[in-house]
Nanobody
Framework: HVQLVESGGGSVQAGGSLRLSCAAS????????IIWFRQAPGKEREGVAG???????KYADPVKGRFTISQDNAKNTVYLQMDSLKPDDTAMYYC??????????????????WGQGTQVTVS
Protein backbone atom coordinates (compact mmCIF):
# COMPACT_ATOMS: atom_id res chain seq x y z
CA HIS A 1 0.00 0.00 0.00
CA VAL A 2 1.40 3.40 -1.01
CA GLN A 3 0.75 6.65 0.83
CA LEU A 4 1.64 10.12 -0.41
CA VAL A 5 1.64 13.30 1.64
CA GLU A 6 2.08 16.71 0.04
CA SER A 7 3.22 19.85 1.80
CA GLY A 8 4.65 23.26 1.03
CA GLY A 9 1.70 25.05 -0.51
CA GLY A 10 0.71 28.56 0.44
CA SER A 11 -0.03 32.04 -0.79
CA VAL A 12 2.57 34.00 -2.70
CA GLN A 13 2.72 37.07 -4.88
CA ALA A 14 3.27 36.80 -8.60
CA GLY A 15 6.95 36.29 -9.35
CA GLY A 16 7.54 34.47 -6.10
CA SER A 17 8.57 30.87 -5.42
CA LEU A 18 7.34 27.85 -3.54
CA ARG A 19 8.70 24.36 -3.09
CA LEU A 20 6.22 21.52 -2.78
CA SER A 21 7.14 18.20 -1.22
CA CYS A 22 5.61 14.79 -1.74
CA ALA A 23 6.66 12.25 0.86
CA ALA A 24 6.02 8.64 -0.09
CA SER A 25 5.69 5.64 2.16
CA UNK A 26 4.91 2.03 1.48
CA UNK A 27 6.14 -0.25 -1.26
CA UNK A 28 7.43 1.83 -4.16
CA UNK A 29 9.76 0.00 -6.48
CA UNK A 30 11.90 1.32 -9.28
CA UNK A 31 9.18 0.73 -11.87
CA UNK A 32 6.91 3.42 -10.46
CA UNK A 33 6.55 6.85 -11.97
CA ILE A 34 5.44 9.89 -10.00
CA ILE A 35 3.55 12.91 -11.29
CA TRP A 36 2.63 16.33 -9.96
CA PHE A 37 -0.89 17.26 -11.05
CA ARG A 38 -2.85 20.42 -10.41
CA GLN A 39 -6.48 21.33 -10.55
CA ALA A 40 -7.85 24.85 -10.62
CA PRO A 41 -11.52 25.56 -9.84
CA GLY A 42 -13.71 24.68 -12.80
CA LYS A 43 -10.84 23.10 -14.72
CA GLU A 44 -9.71 19.57 -15.36
CA ARG A 45 -6.82 18.06 -13.45
CA GLU A 46 -3.64 18.42 -15.49
CA GLY A 47 -0.16 16.99 -15.26
CA VAL A 48 2.47 19.56 -14.40
CA ALA A 49 5.72 17.60 -14.06
CA GLY A 50 6.70 13.99 -13.69
CA UNK A 51 9.46 11.45 -13.17
CA UNK A 52 9.29 8.32 -15.28
CA UNK A 53 10.52 5.05 -13.82
CA UNK A 54 13.86 5.51 -15.63
CA UNK A 55 14.39 8.89 -13.97
CA UNK A 56 13.57 10.96 -17.03
CA UNK A 57 11.41 14.03 -16.52
CA LYS A 58 8.58 15.73 -18.35
CA TYR A 59 7.00 19.14 -17.92
CA ALA A 60 3.80 20.73 -19.13
CA ASP A 61 4.46 23.57 -21.56
CA PRO A 62 3.05 26.33 -19.29
CA VAL A 63 5.61 25.53 -16.56
CA LYS A 64 8.72 24.72 -18.60
CA GLY A 65 11.64 26.81 -17.47
CA ARG A 66 9.86 27.83 -14.24
CA PHE A 67 9.19 24.54 -12.42
CA THR A 68 11.72 21.85 -11.57
CA ILE A 69 10.95 18.36 -10.32
CA SER A 70 13.56 16.61 -8.20
CA GLN A 71 13.79 13.72 -5.79
CA ASP A 72 15.63 12.69 -2.66
CA ASN A 73 15.68 8.90 -2.70
CA ALA A 74 17.03 8.70 0.82
CA LYS A 75 13.97 10.57 2.07
CA ASN A 76 11.57 8.95 -0.43
CA THR A 77 10.46 12.46 -1.31
CA VAL A 78 9.80 14.23 -4.58
CA TYR A 79 9.91 18.00 -4.80
CA LEU A 80 8.42 20.55 -7.13
CA GLN A 81 10.34 23.82 -7.13
CA MET A 82 8.10 26.52 -8.54
CA ASP A 83 9.69 29.83 -9.54
CA SER A 84 8.33 32.91 -11.31
CA LEU A 85 4.86 31.98 -10.19
CA LYS A 86 1.88 33.44 -12.02
CA PRO A 87 -1.77 33.81 -11.00
CA ASP A 88 -2.57 31.07 -13.54
CA ASP A 89 -0.57 28.67 -11.38
CA THR A 90 -3.20 28.96 -8.64
CA ALA A 91 -4.56 25.46 -8.05
CA MET A 92 -4.64 22.49 -5.73
CA TYR A 93 -1.49 20.50 -6.37
CA TYR A 94 -1.42 16.73 -6.00
CA CYS A 95 1.23 14.09 -6.37
CA UNK A 96 0.30 10.70 -7.74
CA UNK A 97 2.13 7.48 -8.42
CA UNK A 98 1.61 4.05 -9.85
CA UNK A 99 3.53 1.14 -11.28
CA UNK A 100 3.47 2.11 -14.93
CA UNK A 101 5.33 3.91 -17.62
CA UNK A 102 4.63 7.61 -17.74
CA UNK A 103 2.52 8.76 -20.65
CA UNK A 104 2.70 12.47 -21.36
CA UNK A 105 0.49 14.29 -20.95
CA UNK A 106 -0.57 12.02 -18.13
CA UNK A 107 -4.15 10.93 -17.50
CA UNK A 108 -5.24 11.22 -13.90
CA UNK A 109 -7.42 8.12 -14.24
CA UNK A 110 -4.30 6.00 -14.78
CA UNK A 111 -3.02 6.64 -11.25
CA UNK A 112 -4.32 4.82 -8.19
CA UNK A 113 -2.24 6.45 -5.47
CA TRP A 114 -2.80 10.10 -4.61
CA GLY A 115 -1.93 12.52 -1.88
CA GLN A 116 -4.47 14.80 -0.26
CA GLY A 117 -3.29 17.88 -2.14
CA THR A 118 -1.76 21.20 -1.15
CA GLN A 119 -3.18 24.57 -2.17
CA VAL A 120 -1.09 27.10 -4.07
CA THR A 121 -2.48 30.61 -4.44
CA VAL A 122 -0.68 33.26 -6.50
CA SER A 123 -1.95 36.82 -6.43
Amino acid sequence: HVQLVESGGGSVQAGGSLRLSCAASGTISSNYCIIWFRQAPGKEREGVAGFDSDGSTKYADPVKGRFTISQDNAKNTVYLQMDSLKPDDTAMYYCATDRRGMAWPPHSGDYNYWGQGTQVTVS
